[in-house]
């Protein structure tokens, strides 16, 4: 039987609701694998190195997106040469987005109950590959900045799970259409100029750029719908519509999925991409949010992981 290690985020969204179930995942591993709830970084660190030295082949992690993020970001520094382990996503977060787009479902423990069956029965593992992204010296698989940066410290500031969003955006639809100051001060244009490879030049004011593997968003907003049809590449798409005009252009932007230039947004597929914005920028890797006072940002294709899907 494959080795399974499970790290468990205990900050999660999740385990804080419910502290028992990092107790009844460690007891329905038992004697399987080996369950640790990682305190800080450097006990994350020091784990995935213990993982990494024993016959763990499935790490599983309970966490949200930037749980997901941040340890496999770690596990490709610590891996460095060695192949990685497959990823198994027991969910746990706020919005589960990587979840979402591996089709996982259900609570932690259901979903760990069925990774031990499927290796214990001795079924070969569902496995689906998929492209990280390397921005800085962070890895994830979703990446946005500018506006829609703005919008997510307006949900952080509550951070009340998929109706908190809902609510969210009804509150923003309606200052869109009064003009009251929360759509004003939230989204908001900036010049960027940007170079793509292998080809690729872009230079416009933007509302923000959208970069990604993955398809699925939060709301299952369709920004990045063919994220993950060039394999070792990414999707990046500048929102290039005036502010005012966003709302009634957001259906056209989200309905149209050709490279290149169209109404409202500019759409290209890359292995990089230099973005240089006129002022500093905040942006999002995965939910966890990040400062760049240059308003620079360099994005590359990372190792592809491969996922257990459950």
Known sequence: MPGIGIISNPHSKLNKRSPAEASRLKALIGQKGVFTSTQDLEHLDATISAYRDTAISILAIVGGDGTISQTIGRIIRIYGSRPLPHIAVLRGGTMNVI?????????????????????????????????????????????ADQSSTSILKEFYRKKNGRIGASLLTMRLIHSFLSGSPLIKKIIQSQKLKAHFRPEGHFESSVLGCFAGTI??????????????????????????????????????????????????????????????????????????????????????????ISFVRL
């Open 215 to 304: 398809s699925k968003m939060p709301l299952g907003l369709p920004m990045l719908a063919q994220a993950n049809s060039k394999p070792g590449h990414f999707q990046a798409t500048m929102i290039t519509c005036k502010a005012e005009k966003l709302l009634w252009y957001l259906p056209l932007i989200m309905l149209q999925q050709k490279e290149g230039p169209s109404i409202g947004k500019h759409s290209v597929y890359c292995q990089s991409a230099f973005l240089q914005y006129e002022g500093s920028v905040d942006y999002t890797v995965d939910g966890e949010i990040y400062h760049s006072p240059q308003g620079l940002i360099e994005i590359e294709a990372g190792p592809k």
């Open 99 to 143: 979840a979402s787009h591996l089709g996982v479902k259900g609570q932690p423990a259901e979903i760990l109950l069925r990774l031990i069956q499927t290796v214990e029965q001795g079924y070969p593992l569902s496995l689906t590959t998929v492209t990280t992204m390397k921005i800085g010296e962070v890895y994830g698989f979703l990446y």
